[in-house]
């Protein structure tokens, strides 16, 4: 459900990592449905072209509807990250919100985890939420906007076969703070937004077995998987200036699901 007014990114250029499907995917559209100009970032640019061109062809039909431009690079690589951004710049004229999404997982015991595979996420999630911080500060800096980090719950509590994506989770927690405390003196706002379960995520049909889903329900508060809507709408919030002076916030949006985990059911 859309609960923010038209128009009330209108102005505002975002540069959005994983943008092309998932949670990210369903950020960069509702920043665009706010008003905002989006670049969509992704190793893959099959994966960008038609979430660039759903957005467009909505916004043939409304205005009010920020234009989204595909760009490819990998978070891993720094150069290329510097060149989506002067790409970013030149086709849409500035950046002012950076939102870092890309990310990978996988289910895998700790014992059986390789240092590769452990590597490869931390690479993605927390180093490439690095490399993006850090490629777009000057245009952060001069137009003094803001980031909004993608996080988890999963380190809160510790998750079974979770180890790789907790530890880089954790590690984004940590960059979102230490940047807010650092990089508020610029203007520059930094918070993070931790998902819980999100039912209508490609996440949660891979890495929630089915007999687990109904237990893992039960043990949310608010009885309910949440949907990629509930992320939308929160991301809006904290990308526009009613939330002008939150920073270095992680939000949860996980109704209630980490604080009650070790309930008895």
Known sequence: MKLFADGILEGHVAFVTGGGTG????????????????????????????????????????????????????????????????????????????????????????????????GTVVDIDLKGTFNVCRASFAELKKNQGQILNISATLHYLGTPMQLHVSAAKAGVDALTRNLAVEWGRYGI??????????????????????????????????????????????AVFLCSDAANYINGAVLVVDGGHWLAANRLL
């Open 189 to 234: 706002r930094v918070n993070a937004i931790a998902p819980g379960p999100i039912g209508d995520t490609e996440g949660m049909k891979r890495l929630v077995p089915e007999p687990i889903k109904e237990k893992l329900k039960q043990r949310i508060p608010l009885g309910r998987f949440g949907m990629i809507a509930d992320i939308e709408n929160a």
């Open 23 to 118: 949670i990210t995917g369903g950020v960069a559209r509702a920043l665009a449905e706010a008003g905002a100009k989006v670049a969509l970032v992704s190793r893959s640019i099959e994966h960008l072209d038609p979430a660039a061109k759903a957005i467009n062809d909505a916004r043939g039909a409304n205005s009010s509807i920020g234009e989204a431009f595909a760009v490819a690079a990998d978070v891993r690589k720094p150069e290329e990250i510097e060149k989506a951004i002067a790409a970013t710049v030149e086709r849409l004229g500035k950046i002012d919100i950076v939102v870092n999404g890309a990310a990978g997982n996988f289910l895998c015991k700790a014992e059986e985890l390789s240092p590769n595979g452990f």
